[in-house]
């Protein structure tokens, strides 16, 4: 391949998207910054097994509010809400496995999370599945 048929696929606006698709995780990325600020009775109730809690302290970590996401933390606060068959917590870490954010990107563990949300009935989780398999990811 030569300098002007490599310069011309970068013309074509399906490699121009998929290059945009793969880029997203690294340029949604917040700059550095501070770390999260945790409320303590949030934490405690959390630390107790109360899921709703769970996902709050989650969605403070994946967000990170005014301060930098930390993934990591989110993705094992999601997985213990998951764990006690919260939906929204299943999906949320399906996510993550889908995105490779704050976990190794594993599309047969994001598969798994969104097929246990979607049998216990979330809609989201349906359509995102279908889609899945449409495209053949299936585990």
């Not at 501070?34 to 970590?61: C, E, F, M, N």
């Not at 999370?113 to 359509?127: F, H, I, P, T, V």
Request: hydrophobic letters at 45%; one cysteine or more.
């Amino acid at each position: 391949m030569n300098i002007r048929s490599a310069c011309s696929l970068f013309r074509s606006p399906l490699l121009l998207a998929l290059i945009a698709l793969a880029l997203m995780p690294v340029l949604a990325q917040a700059p550095p910054s501070q770390t999260v600020t945790v409320d303590p009775a949030l934490l405690a109730k959390a630390s107790s097994g109360d899921a709703a809690a769970q996902i709050q302290l989650a969605d403070l970590y994946a967000t990170g509010g005014a301060t930098k996401p930390d993934y990591k933390q989110a993705a094992a606060w999601y997985r213990k809400a998951a764990e006690q068959n919260n939906t929204a917590a299943q999906v949320h870490l399906a996510d993550l496995y889908r995105d490779g954010r704050g976990v190794p990107r594993d599309m047969a563990q994001a598969t798994d999370w969104y097929r246990k949300a979607a049998e216990l009935g979330d809609a989201s989780a349906q359509g995102t599945l279908g889609i899945l398999y449409s495209v053949g990811c299936s585990a």
